[in-house]
T-cell receptor
Framework: DAKTTQPNSMESNEEEPVHLPCNHSTISGTDYIHWYRQLPSQGPEYVIHGLTSNVNNRMASLAIAEDRKSSTLILHRATLRDAAVYYC???????????FGTGTRLQVFP | ETGVTQTPRHLVMGMTNKKSLKCEQH?????MYWYKQSAKKPLELMFVYNFKEQTENNSVPSRFSPECPNSSHLFLHLHTLQPEDSALYLC??????????????FGPGTRLLVL
């Protein structure tokens, strides 16, 4: 399984943009890049996913490098509710398995 | 509200007890999963069910016994557990595809303490 590397923790102030990086240098051409987050005392929740092009949804944006060896999850205006552990996960097209790493713990300060 | 419910939310049991965790999804999905999240460790996939058939057992000890009577319900039967089995047990469901774009929906988890 292709691996991802994320910083252990990041900090942000409320209402500022947050860029959460993920390195996946061994990604294969058919791996989708998924992001999930886990709020305190909750199960993980889906945030966004993409293959090659940048993606936007109501929660976040996903910027994917041209060589696909890295990606960045962008929260445009962090809120206190965005404090969570963010997981970057690669999913091959022919499987449904989520392999979680340790993720990035995001702290948001008022 | 994620559409995936788990009961109980908290459970304390002795090593000789038998208990069951229940998961129910109201999303019309056809795949269900059990994960284990121990303190300071990543989530670990335990079991996968597709259309009620077990398709993945990630080398889980036999003291954990899953059951999937239909595509909406998933159980995890527990017996003679060890203290190191104390963890958050998460259930998830998805609409099975092989596209790599499948999204899993998680329940809130059952926090288990084995004494």
């Amino acid at each position: 399984d292709a691996k991802t590397t994320q910083p252990n923790s990041m900090e942000s102030n409320e209402e500022e943009p947050v860029h959460l990086p993920c390195n996946h240098s061994t990604i294969s051409g058919t791996d989708y890049i998924h992001w999930y987050r886990q709020l305190p005392s909750q199960g993980p929740e889906y945030v966004i996913h993409g293959l090659t092009s940048n993606v936007n949804n109501r929660m976040a944006s996903l910027a994917i490098a041209e060589d696909r060896k890295s990606s960045t999850l962008i929260l445009h205006r962090a809120t206190l509710r965005d404090a969570a552990v963010y997981y970057c996960i690669l999913i091959p097209y022919n499987t449904d398995k989520l392999i979680f790493g340790t993720g990035t713990r995001l702290q948001v300060f008022p | 509200e994620t559409g995936v419910t788990q009961t109980p939310r908290h459970l304390v049991m002795g090593m000789t007890n038998k208990k069951s965790l229940k998961c129910e999804q109201h999303l019309g999905h056809n795949a269900m999963y059990w994960y284990k999240q121990s303190a300071k460790k990543p989530l670990e996939l335990m079991f996968v069910y597709n259309f009620k058939e077990q398709t993945e057992n990630n080398s889980v000890p036999s003291r954990f016994s899953p059951e999937c009577p239909n595509s909406s319900h998933l159980f995890l039967h527990l017996h003679t557990l060890q203290p190191e089995d104390s963890a958050l047990y998460l259930c998830a469901s998805s609409l099975r595809s092989t596209s790599g774009q499948e999204t899993q929906y998680f329940g809130p988890g059952t926090r288990l303490l084995v004494l």
